[in-house]
């Protein structure tokens, strides 16, 4: 029988963890969101118990208390930087209860004391922060920790007459703010006791994605963490598990919480950059596929368990293809993984799945379209096993990942291949995809080192860069091949990293002239991390902006509003953030040229779109919505779109969208895929939970290339 230690206990054990706070180290206060009916599909994090009003007012009271204590942090740190910003690692506690009591998201009434004792460890911080103290940040305060940990296992294995587990790691939970949103996100960290008791040489770090949890709201989140629990804790090894702002299979803003947190936690602990593994079970095993295929030269090692690899056999769609819309389907392939299997030659995977597990299904796709290439993949089977790992293969798992992990990322592999559909995932090794034919379909890259230089094969490709180190061609210039043309490459400069960028022109290769180099600042082009879809530019930071003008018409005007209050309702509920939303009046310089701006409204009632109207592709008058030849009744209909901003072609404006798929969010993570592309026809009359299957889309496509309008 397990003995369950009661929860004021455990959180008296591990008293070192953490809160949060505003990215600029100020306390963040910020209105609740508009108050929504919920969409009639499901809605997640769901619809909680019901709180009693005295305890409601207990935890609000309290909740209330330390949000005064983290406001007058600042003003009492002003001199202290180093301290200030910390205070993340206290507001992630207020959050975590002020969000659960403003969405009524408490899943059970065990979560009443999880809320107090919440409240009780960000009180305990806010007042070792203001006198100067973080125990938390601190070798010395984390070994205190172990040694009460310790205490803890000693009696507990004295009483059950057994010998207490050594203690291998200590859990510290902490937080960031992040540019997305300005909201502030936890996540946790194993921090392996060697570090503690020696010297600070960089060690390796696993990235651990969790499973899906449908309840999994912030204070169960922190809950989960605190217990210390860990599939894997390798020796001597950081083990960092993100949040991914709730349960996304780290997609879009989620997979920008796995950057952040590692960003966050290699600023403050000493991390091998090249020693990271990617892991993840379940829907963190698909969230491992995912990172491990389009980031595969992050990742000393991939290991995913368990987890979905694409849409389509997933959610069981191969007989309703003719009821989904073409773009959609084409979008499908913006995250999955069996769209691009051969990356994974560009590190070591070890993928695992239970016999007997519904979900083994997804890797013997991944297995057959990997040997289809050529490739054997490692896939360790858990005998007679359901969802879960099997001891023995567990084992195995963890010995291979090991030493993979512990030899490291070679950054200079003598060949490497890269496939991709969109220009967001450019990038294996020396290699950078820098523009393609047409988006959304396969691109390839086989490139390897040869006697005279390097030889490239390469297919929906319009521009490369190839970044090498100059030993890898001793003293001569080297020579490109590349589709069977002769391109002579860059002098070798001893001690300078090498590169060459090359364009293709009218179906012929040449090396780009240093005028061409570098970013394509231009906005006729799409580029990495400027190529669309419209959810793309919600993977960074952004601003919703509100219109304060006459509108059009009255239905546009009305539209635009709720839509805009149900783009805040959801981001909260789905991305688990308060997205910035300021009048057209108040954008400032800085938001152009930080932020992504999501305008709402019409060229007559948004003052920021009326700047930048006539230098869109879709032109909006009162009578008519014109996209290339075709016109649209603009009293029944509205356009939704992203394109490079014209004040600022470094970053996107997106007119009238939120994020594409709320309506999908709460059924399945791999419903959860773009719905829209760069630009639609919306039909004002079809409310956005309605909109599925392509209903109330009239017409929508991507940009060309150029951003130019196209027919399909």
């Not at 920021?608 to 009744?633: H, M, N």
Request: charge should be positive; proline fraction near 7%; hydrophobic fraction near 40%.
């Amino acid at each position: 029988m397990k003995t369950k230690i009661p929860i004021i206990k455990l959180f008296s054990v591990l008293l070192i963890s953490g809160l949060s706070l505003g990215p600029a180290g100020a306390a963040v206060t910020k209105a609740a969101g508009p108050k929504l009916q919920p969409n009639p599909h499901k809605l997640n994090p769901p619809p909680g118990v019901v709180v009693p009003p005295e305890v409601r007012a207990e935890l609000a009271a309290g909740a209330a208390a330390l949000g005064k204590l983290i406001e007058a942090l600042p003003a009492t740190l002003r001199a202290k930087p180093e301290l200030l910003a910390l205070l993340p690692d206290i507001q992630i506690f207020h959050n975590a209860v002020r969000y659960a009591l403003e969405d009524d998201i408490f899943n059970s009434t065990n979560q009443f004391n999880t809320a107090r004792h919440l409240l009780q460890l960000g009180t305990e911080r806010a007042q070792q922060l203001a006198a100067g103290q973080a125990p938390w940040n601190t070798k010395a305060g984390l070994l205190a920790l172990k040694g009460q940990m310790e205490a803890a296992a000693a009696e507990a294995a004295r009483r059950k007459k057994t010998t207490p587990a050594p203690v291998t790691h200590i859990t510290v939970v902490r937080g960031y703010g992040s540019r997305i949103d300005g909201s502030v996100q936890p996540y946790g960290l194993r921090v392996p006791v060697t570090y503690l008791a020696g010297g600070d040489q960089p060690r390796r770090l696993d990235i651990w994605l969790h499973g899906r949890g449908d309840t999994l709201n912030e204070m169960a989140f922190l809950e989960g963490q605190l217990r210390g629990n860990s599939a894997f804790l390798p020796e001597d090894a950081f083990v960092l598990e993100p949040y991914g702002r709730f349960m996304n299979a780290f997609k879009f803003a989620g997979e920008t919480d796995v950057w952040e947190g590692l960003e966050k936690v290699a600023k403050r602990y000493p991390i091998d950059r090249n020693k990271l593994a990617m892991r993840g079970f379940s829907m963190g095993g698909a969230g491992a596929w995912h990172l491990g295929a389009h980031h595969p030269d992050q990742f000393a090692a991939v290991n995913p368990g368990a987890g979905f690899v694409d849409v389509k056999n997933y959610q069981k769609l191969a007989d309703k293809l003719d009821t989904i819309p073409w773009w959609e389907q084409k979008l499908w392939n913006f995250y999955d993984p069996l769209a691009c299997p051969i990356n994974f030659v560009n590190t070591a995977l070890v993928a695992y799945s239970g016999e007997i597990d519904a979900q083994k299904a997804a890797a013997d796709l991944m297995e057959a379209a990997l040997l289809k290439e050529g490739v054997k993949m490692t896939h360790i089977i858990g005998p007679k096993t359901g969802h879960a790992y099997e001891p023995e293969a567990k084992q195995v798992v963890a010995r291979l990942v090991d030493e993979a992990a512990n030899k490291g990322i070679d950054h200079q592999p003598r060949q490497v291949t890269l496939v991709t559909h969109s220009l967001k995932f450019n990038a294996a090794h020396w290699v950078t995809l820098d523009a393609m034919e047409k988006q959304w379909e396969p691109a390839r890259v086989e490139a390897k080192l040869t006697a005279e230089g390097i030889s490239v094969k390469v297919s929906n490709v319009a521009g490369i860069t190839l970044a090498l180190r100059p030993e890898s061609f001793g003293n001569r210039r080297p020579r490109i091949t590349i589709d069977s043309q002769k391109v002579d490459g860059p002098a070798v400069v001893p001690g300078a990293k090498w590169s060459a960028r090359l364009v293709k022109t009218n179906g012929q290769w040449s090396l780009a002239a240093p005028s061409e180099t570098g970013d394509r600042k231009s906005e006729s082009a799409k580029r990495h991390n400027r190529q669309g879809p419209i959810d793309d530019a919600f993977m960074d930071a952004f601003v919703m902006v509100r219109p304060t003008g006459q509108p059009l018409n009255a239905a546009v005007g009305q539209w635009a509003k709720t839509e805009l209050a149900g783009a805040v309702f959801h981001w909260r509920r789905y991305f688990r953030g308060e997205p910035r939303v300021k009048d057209d009046s108040a954008i400032t310089d800085d938001d152009i040229k930080n932020s992504n701006l999501i305008l709402w409204g019409d060229p007559a009632s948004n003052r920021l779109l009326a700047r930048i109207a006539d230098r869109l592709p879709i032109q909006w008058s009162a009578k008519e919505i014109k996209v290339g030849d075709q016109t649209y009744d603009a009293t029944k209909n509205a356009p939704a779109l992203i394109y490079p901003n014209p004040l600022n072609p470094a970053r996107y404006v997106v007119i009238n969208s939120g994020f594409t798929f709320p309506q999908y969010a709460g059924l399945s993570n791999a419903q959860q895929t773009p719905k829209l592309p760069d630009w639609a026809i919306l039909d004002l009359s079809v409310p956005l939970a309605e909109r599925v299957d392509g209903k109330g889309v009239v017409a929508a496509n991507f940009f060309g290339e150029q951003w130019e309008v196209k027919v399909r």
